[in-house]
């Protein structure tokens, strides 16, 4: 009879669940085939990818960042609550025991009337157990886990964000360097040309019109220098932010031309953005939120608990103690909740609908950003290239409109577009050097912190 009705309260719980949602057909992504951008060179890039640009002061600043950074200390916390809240989860799946003492001394009156003392005591164990049929706890354990994993990969996603926005922020700071200096140099230029073309103006070789053009030249470089100046203070001001420190002055290493963009792997297997940090959280979200969708149909179904209890009783009216014991069980089988747990279900199964639209949007914002961090990468260089190019020809015809400007046999406007032009082309060679740097940053955070030999041989598989 008590089989019978077990079995009943089973199938008339269990068939108010329903069949499992499956997931969206609309959130699955796949991969490219290849990349549109296909770059010639081969590399071997370890995690540590910023050691690579071989400037101790790059590396220095990138571990300070890592170290003392308030955002990393605020991921490592939630790392820290997301194992606790899996911890708690966990420990619902074992047995529960307690311990109860108790005693104390009173007068009453018995049965014959007379007040009588007594002194009594009593301890008692007692112990429970779910045995958790249906796996209600076990998911939400699971769930748990999955939520702490996703945890930790968002503390690695902010470690690898600090990481880039640190090394970007120094190349920044050392083009913003390079800038003062070429301006420092065309100042000194621009001087000197202010004296000559006073000079000639005075003995008659030259007009004033020619002497006021050269101090116009003068005045407009020298007001580009506090800009410049106000540029690094602002970038070292936002690195020692980044830090973790009060503003202060950035210690300078290597110069920015001698920082050289490193070679990248000619094949990068889509399947290697499984290690970006984002999609890794992403896809343990849509876990943990499948998990929680099994542990809400599961409350539909009965709650089967175990139950003991054993101890002794003693007192000073009774010559031993008394063992006192209980052994149960007991079921709870929803049979009517308002709808509340139907609720509950279809809201776990909306929950893992929203991770797994998540986990596509996540893994598609991959794909963008590791083709424009490609694009990047080869047209910032030939960019660069060209600029140099047309600095070489720029520095060859100040150097001739000078010479013959010096003879008498061209005017001052010559050479005033020659400075012109090699001052607008070395401002934007040193900006070029330095989205050629950044871009492949931003490449070992598109790929999640770099790749080397064994990553790149398992994303092929």
């Not at 005075?202 to 540029?231: C, N």
């Not at 590791?370 to 290239?385: F, G, N, T």
């Not at 330095?434 to 492949?440: G, I």
């Amino acid at each position: 009879m008590k089989r019978r009705v077990a079995l009943f309260l089973v199938l008339a719980t269990g068939g108010c669940v329903g069949p499992r949602p499956a997931p969206p057909s609309a959130a699955s992504v796949t991969p490219p085939a290849a990349w549109q951008t296909a770059l010639p060179a081969t590399a071997s890039i370890e995690a540590n990818w910023w050691q690579g640009f071989h400037d101790p002061v790059l590396t220095r600043v990138v571990a300070a960042a890592l170290a003392n950074n308030s955002d990393v200390a605020i991921a490592a916390a939630r790392v820290s609550e997301a194992r606790a809240q899996f911890h708690l989860a966990h420990a619902q799946l074992l047995p529960t025991a307690g311990l109860a003492v108790g005693g104390d001394r009173e007068r009453f009156l018995n049965a014959f009337g007379v007040g009588t003392y007594q002194t009594a005591g009593e301890a008692e164990l007692s112990a429970s157990y779910d045995l958790d049929l249906f796996g209600r706890l076990s998911n939400a354990s699971a769930a748990a886990r999955a939520s702490l994993l996703s945890t930790q990969a968002a503390y690695a996603a902010v470690r690898l964000a600090v990481a880039t926005s640190a090394a970007s922020g120094y190349i920044t700071l050392r083009a913003l360097d390079a800038r003062l200096i070429i301006l420092r140099e065309t100042l000194t230029a621009r001087e000197n040309s202010v004296h000559i073309t006073r000079r000639r103006a005075e003995t008659g070789y030259s007009s004033e019109l020619e002497r006021q053009q050269a101090e116009a030249e003068y005045q407009a470089t020298l007001q580009l220098i506090p800009v410049a100046e106000l540029a690094i203070k602002r970038q070292e001001d936002g690195l020692s932010l980044l830090l973790g420190e009060n503003p202060r002055a950035i210690e300078r290493g290597a110069a920015l031309d001698t920082l050289m963009p490193l070679p990248v792997p000619a094949t990068l297997p889509a399947a290697l953005l499984r290690g970006r940090p984002d999609i890794a959280q992403a896809e343990q979200q849509m876990i943990a939120a499948d998990h929680s969708l099994d542990a809400a149909r599961a409350a539909f179904m009965p709650d089967v608990r175990l139950s003991a209890a054993g101890g002794y009783v003693a007192s000073t009216l009774i010559p031993d103690p008394v063992r006192i014991f209980s052994l149960g069980g007991s079921i709870l089988a929803p049979l009517f909740e308002g709808g509340a747990l139907r609720a509950q279900a279809d809201a776990a199964a909306a929950r893992r609908d929203q991770a797994a639209f998540g986990y596509r949007r996540t893994a598609l914002a991959a794909f963008r950003d590791v083709e424009d961090a490609l694009a990047a990468i080869q047209r910032s260089a030939e960019q660069e290239k060209a600029l140099a190019g047309q600095r070489d020809a720029l520095a060859i015809a100040l150097r001739l409109a000078t010479n013959r400007y010096l003879a008498g046999y061209a005017s001052y406007l010559d050479k005033l577009d020659a400075q012109r032009g090699l001052l607008a082309a070395e401002l934007q060679l040193v900006q070029a050097h330095a989205d050629t740097l950044n871009a492949q940053v931003a490449l070992y955070q598109s790929l999640g912190g770099g790749w080397s030999s064994d990553t790149l041989a398992a994303g092929k598989e």
